[in-house]
């Protein structure tokens, strides 16, 4: 009799929508009756991570609160592309203000909610990461201070993408920005600089903060329903590729994303009132090398000669991440599986 | 009911009776004292509304735009410094349409660093589309906020009141402090223009190109001009409703058959109409035109006051700002309304018209010193740009300074130890 | 208009004083403007403050160049020079301190002056006596209201009753009572002389 090899993922955690689960423990993406919050016609790039890591974020949102959210927007790739006048792709009450002040504008609206007694519609500000990280920092601090009720949303692109790719303050060592050119003894992003924002999040002790990327799905949309089930201030820190800003191919957007969480770069967690809680282990580890590669704002470290000593710079901040989080000890039990479907005698296929 | 109290106390008693649903502010002085009062009046439950410590002018007016685009009644206060870094925010607020009401403290801008009163703060967003108007006394302050609701929800357009700061936040007189239910039935509550609301979802805040940006931008114009009869209006019906004039576009004092007339904006009118009085006594023909309204600039009414009686020879424009490299910020209105256009004659052709810079930083401006300029007026001498009480010797020496050595030092400091301010330098 | 003018150093309440002041005026129904100097106000520094009476709405705003009444909350500050600007021969001044004239070392200024109307009074000592702090202002108050008669000894108590409640309004008004008998006996005794 042929068989067909089923990995792993094809049943289980990595399936966007499967037929072979039941409906309950299938992705929001998989829902035909999904928000479609950020819904076709807006004008991203092709294999754009943000406009993806929206759309997961905020249809996940949209179904743990029913439907009765906000959203507020800095500047930036997502609100530019989103809404060019005359047209919006976005399918829910939506307010876009100024690069810097989305988290303040953020706690304006949840103000109001709470002193017209609607505090049961939740609201989410959300931005790229020059506008959280940076020209974003001081609000979002107060916003963290004070508890103020809002999910903040950072699509980290780890640079100004929409300006024309300068350096943010989340941007990594070596890598190429227009302002870090790839140039000069230490080329591209300096060594040492750079905020981790998902820490200082973590230092305000607030409820809730979690990392995810767009390379698991069913993990963003569980954290971003997660943070919902808090009240208070909660911070989702996403890594979203961006095939023009980091040079790598549009369709490997997803896969990107991967490798930057399996070489350790991207640690994938989540902390509630400044401890960690749990961590996404690494699968498959790979050498940092494999991540760098996909990308042309690395290219410079690999040609004309590869340049070893930055890299192994680059794989000792993997190293620390994986050691700080604890990405290489073995899964247990506890780790979010989603479980085996019961047989069932109707299932079509594999005869 | 009357009561001696301090400006600040009276302009928080009529914001709480305004009813804001979100009031959001950062310290500042010479504003504190105002959302202190309101800060304590929520804390103790007098007060049903959400109050922010925010970390930030620039996050106080971020916080009024998310409220208010909610559909919450927003307020928030500041002054100088504060006034710039929220400079983006102010701009945003007006062109997206919100009806926010702010106090603006009115306090000098640095550098210098200056904590006390003039309106270079006002005046360096006066181009940003918010209406602004000017109180002349601690009654007139605490009612033109009551009146700036009003007006800004109607025409969905934000509203600045300008106080001077110390002379009126931190002076103590009479005032009349209406009842909640006067003002209840003057100010009724917020209907949104445009609304965030997951029941009817809207996207506000687009990109808008050039396709459409002129467009959207010629309905702030368009609401500058409504705002022209709808600041009138708001007053009558405040007059009507609370039994005395307030507010308004302009106010004409003695200006009928006079000669000369002092345009001002703000508590030096009360010194100003003082020494106006002794002068007619004198049998000097002399009048004060106060401007409530500066944004919009009542072309109108400016036109009318100064340019009906042929006599009138001197306008002398006292300006509480400094614009370098020019003449006069309100000067240059004025002149503005009174020039002739196609189909406009101009009124006032006769008549010179100059400014006079006074009240920089807080210096006093004394009834002695208008006199002294006013004489200097009658008898010709007083040229298109003068410095009231300006200390020419001080700043000859520095200029000398400046010109012995290129090393010259802070001027600032200079100056201040010429006058035996600072400490001598250490050497 | 009857215009005050209140010299003392920051921490002293000499702005307090100004707004009771104004405020003792508003109760017998006459108009009044208080504030202070607007200088850099530190504990310790001096400072002013003024205060304006009048039976018509008062619009000027100026400071107060040429008092009807000075008042030193603090007598260190006496010999700082211009204390005294403006102060009309007809003037009042009213002295924070035990000591007589002469000891202050104001001769000179006292042969200027209608003698009827200068004086001191220890406000600090009867502040400390009747309120157990050393703040001179609502004695100096009472002892207002004694030199010039602008203002009645009950409206400087309903002053005090609108600001301050129990104990501190007890002792407060006390103060201004004690200091506007010392006055009145002060006057009595030099009218007698």
Redesign the interface.
């Known amino acids: 009799m042929p068989y067909q090899r089923i990995k792993f993922y094809q049943t289980g955690s990595f399936a966007a929508g499967n037929r072979l689960l039941s409906p309950e423990l299938r992705s929001v993406q998989s829902l035909a009756q999904r928000s479609n919050t950020l819904t076709c016609g807006h004008r991203a790039c092709q294999g754009c991570g943000e406009a993806l890591g929206a759309r997961y974020a905020l249809d996940a949102v949209m179904r743990a609160t029913k439907g009765k959210m906000i959203a507020v927007n800095a500047t930036g790739c997502l609100e530019v592309f989103s809404t060019p006048f005359p047209e919006t792709s976005w399918q829910v009450a939506w307010l876009h203000s100024l690069f810097g002040n989305a988290p303040a504008v953020a706690s304006g609206v949840a103000a109001a909610l709470r002193a017209k007694g609607r505090a049961d519609i939740r609201v989410v500000g959300q931005g790229g990461d020059g506008g959280t990280v940076d020209i974003g920092m001081a609000c979002l601090s107060g916003m963290f201070e004070r508890g103020d009720d809002v999910l903040y949303i950072c699509y980290d692109n780890q640079a100004y993408m929409n300006t024309g790719v300068q350096r943010s303050g989340a941007t990594p060592p070596a890598a190429r920005t227009a302002t870090t050119p790839a140039v000069g003894e230490e080329p591209g992003n300096t060594f040492g600089q750079g905020k981790n924002v998902p820490l200082i999040a973590m230092a305000h002790e607030i409820p809730y903060v979690a990392t995810a990327t767009v390379a698991d799905l069913r993990d963003l949309e569980y954290k971003a329903a997660r943070a919902m089930d808090f009240r208070g201030a909660r911070y989702l820190h996403i890594l979203v590729p961006c095939p023009l800003g980091w040079g790598s191919a549009p369709a490997d957007t997803i896969k990107v994303a991967r490798l930057a969480t399996e070489s350790g770069l991207f640690p994938v967690f989540e902390a509630e009132d400044g401890e960690v809680v749990s961590a996404t282990p690494i699968r498959h580890r790979v050498p940092v090398t494999d991540y760098l590669r996909t990308q042309a704002r690395y290219a410079h470290l690999f040609r004309p000669a590869e340049r070893t000593r930055i890299i192994a710079r680059v794989q000792a901040a993997a190293d620390r991440n994986i050691a700080r989080f604890g990405l290489l000890e073995s899964p247990d039990d506890s780790e979010r599986v989603v479980p085996a479907p019961p047989a069932r005698a109707h299932h079509a296929g594999g005869r | 009911m009357l009561r001696q109290i301090e400006g600040s106390q009276a302009v928080a008693a009529a914001v709480a009776m305004c009813r804001p649903e979100v009031i959001c502010a950062y310290p500042i002085t010479p504003q504190t004292h105002i959302v202190e009062a309101l800060g304590a009046k929520v804390k103790k439950g007098e007060l049903n509304a959400e109050f922010l410590n925010v970390e930030s002018e620039f996050a106080a007016m971020s916080v009024a735009i998310g409220a208010s685009a909610a559909g919450a009644r927003a307020y928030t206060a500041t002054a100088s410094q504060g006034l710039l870094y929220m400079s983006e925010a102010v701009y945003n607020a007006a062109g997206l349409g919100l009806p926010i009401v702010m106090t603006v403290a009115n306090r000098a801008i640095g550098a210098p660093i200056n904590i006390w009163n003039d309106h270079s703060d006002a005046m360096s967003q006066r181009d940003a589309g918010w209406i602004q108007l000017y109180a002349e006394t601690s009654q007139e302050a605490l009612d033109l906020h009551i009146q700036a609701f009003k007006i800004a929800e109607e025409l969905a357009n934000p509203v600045m009141v300008c106080m001077d700061g110390f002379l009126l936040t931190h002076a103590s007189e009479r005032a009349d402090i209406p009842a909640q239910d006067q003002v209840d039935r003057f100010l009724p509550p917020y209907v949104p223009r445009q609304m965030l609301d997951p029941a009817d979802p809207v996207s506000i805040g687009a990109m808008v190109g050039p396709e459409a940006f002129t467009e959207v931008r010629y309905l702030a114009q368009a609401r500058m001009q409504q705002a022209l009869e709808v600041i009138p209006s708001a007053a009558a019906g405040f007059s009507m409703a609370f039994g005395r004039s307030s507010g308004g576009l302009v106010r004409p004092y003695l200006t009928g058959d006079a000669e000369i007339i002092v345009v001002a904006l703000g508590s030096v009118l009360g010194t100003v109409k003082d020494t106006v009085d002794e002068l007619r006594a004198e049998g000097m023909r002399i009048g004060v035109l106060g401007i409530t309204t500066f944004r919009p600039f009542p072309v109108l009414a400016v036109r009318e006051a100064l340019g009906t009686d042929s006599r009138l020879r001197r306008i002398v424009v006292l300006e509480r700002a400094l614009a370098p490299g020019t003449d006069g910020i309100v000067t240059a209105d004025i002149r503005m309304a009174l020039a002739a256009s196609d189909g406009r004659p101009p009124r006032a052709p006769d008549a010179l018209v100059s400014t006079v810079v006074a009240g920089l930083g807080g210096r006093a401006i004394t009834r002695k010193s208008l006199r002294a300029m006013l004489a200097d007026t009658v008898s010709g001498r007083l040229g298109p740009l003068t410095f009231l009480d300006l200390d020419t010797s001080l700043v000859s020496r520095e200029l000398d300074r400046m010109r012995a050595a290129r090393r010259s030092g802070p001027s600032a400091e200079n100056m201040l130890r010429d006058l035996g301010i600072t400490a001598s330098r250490v050497s | 208009m009857f215009q005050v003018r209140i010299h003392g150093r920051g921490g002293q309440g000499a702005v307090t004083t ?2 009771l002041l ?2 003792a ?2 109760t017998e129904d006459k ?6 100097s ?1 200088g850099s106000e530190r504990m310790g520094a001096p400072v002013m403050s003024f205060c304006r009476i009048d039976d018509k ?7 107060v ?1 040429e008092p009807d009444v000075l008042i030193i909350q603090d007598p260190t500050l006496l010999h700082q020079a211009d204390l005294f600007a403006g102060l009309t021969g007809d003037g009042y001044l009213l002295i924070n301190s035990a000591h007589t004239f002469a000891k202050l070392g104001l001769g000179e200024v006292a042969a200027r002056h209608h003698r009827g109307r200068l004086l001191v009074v220890p406000a600090t000592q009867l502040a400390l006596t009747h309120l157990g702090r050393p703040l001179p202002g609502t004695a100096l108050l009472g002892g207002f209201a004694a030199l010039t008669g602008v203002i009645s000894l009950d409206s400087v108590t309903r002053a005090i009753g609108e600001r301050f409640t129990g104990n501190v309004a007890e002792g407060n008004v006390a103060a201004a009572r004690a200091a506007f008998d010392f006055v009145q006996d002060e006057r009595k005794a030099l009218s007698d002389a």
């Not at chain 3, 108009?31 to 202070?36: G, N």
Request: charged share 20%.
């Open positions: 100004a707004e104004a405020v005026a508003f108009y009044a403007q208080a504030f202070p607007f709405p008062i619009r000027t705003r100026e400071p160049t």
